[in-house]
């Protein structure tokens, strides 16, 4: 059993850029794809990363492609999504998921709570 946990979330104006990080305990993540979705309110939960165990593959939504980041450290058991030039419409709850490598989230075994993250115009 993975317990996953986020951190990192918060408020920033429009422009600006947040890190993300998700730990995992209870259990190493190496051996397992890790992802990034997020969910804005009244709406459904999106893929936005997600990169292989090894970190040798990344895969990422559109609308964040050139914007986000993913990559791990398999040495700290953590996964890190670097997000610059933040836009209103990236205002959701984002969540780490681990599991097999896929834009869907039900190939995903373990979810994280969620951190919010608010991007202001």
């Known amino acids: 059993q993975v317990q996953v946990v986020e951190s990192g979330g918060g408020l920033v104006q429009a422009g600006g850029s947040l890190r993300l990080s998700c730990s995992g305990s209870?259990?190493?993540?190496?051996?397992?794809?890790v992802g990034w979705f997020r969910q804005a309110a009244g709406k459904d939960r999106d893929f936005v990363a997600t990169i292989s165990g090894t970190g040798g593959n990344q895969r990422y939504a559109d609308a964040v492609k050139g914007r986000f980041t993913i990559s791990r450290d398999n040495a700290k058991n953590t996964v890190t999504l670097q997000m610059n030039s933040l836009k209103s419409e990236d205002t959701a709850v984002y969540y780490c998921?681990?599991?097999?490598?896929?834009?869907?989230?039900?190939?995903?075994?373990?979810w994280g709570q969620g951190t919010q993250v608010t991007v202001s115009s």
């Open positions: 209870g259990g190493t993540i190496d051996k397992y794809s």
């Open positions: 998921a681990v599991g097999s490598f896929s834009t869907i989230h039900r190939a995903y075994r373990w």
